[in-house]
């Protein structure tokens, strides 16, 4: 019973190293792995910054400025106003050829 003992007091302390090296192993494979990505990451951050340093900050973050959706009252007095600008350029060119 004595070698019994002795056994199963070496055999956790083996597992638990086993499971060390396993775990270190682990690790070594994904830095290697991941040591491309985050020095792809690192360029990327890099050129980020350069943009908004050579475009300017507020150009990086708005991008271009678009008009504002008009409201629908405003849509219909714009549409008018230029039917009505058609219409005076039309009974123009009439008069003209007439």
């Known amino acids: 019973m004595?070698?019994?003992?002795g056994k199963s007091a070496a055999w956790p302390v083996l597992k638990l190293g086993?499971?060390?090296?396993?775990?270190?192993?682990?690790?070594?494979?994904?830095?290697?792995?991941?040591?491309?990505?985050?020095i792809l990451g690192v360029i990327a951050?890099?050129?980020?910054?350069?943009?908004?340093?050579?475009?300017?900050s507020d150009k990086a973050i708005e991008g271009t400025k678009e008009r504002k959706a008009l409201s629908p009252d405003d849509d219909f007095e714009r549409?008018?106003?230029?039917?009505?600008?058609?219409?005076k350029k039309?009974?123009?060119?009439?008069?003209k050829h007439s």
């Open 18 to 38: 086993l499971m060390g090296l396993g775990g270190l192993a682990a690790l070594v494979l994904m830095m290697a792995v991941l040591k491309p990505l985050l």
């Open 79 to 87: 549409k008018m106003r230029e039917l009505d600008a058609l219409d």
């Open 90 to 95: 039309l009974d123009a060119e009439i008069r």
């Open 45 to 56: 951050g890099a050129g980020y910054v350069g943009y908004r340093l050579f475009m300017g």
């Open 2 to 5: 004595a070698d019994d003992e």
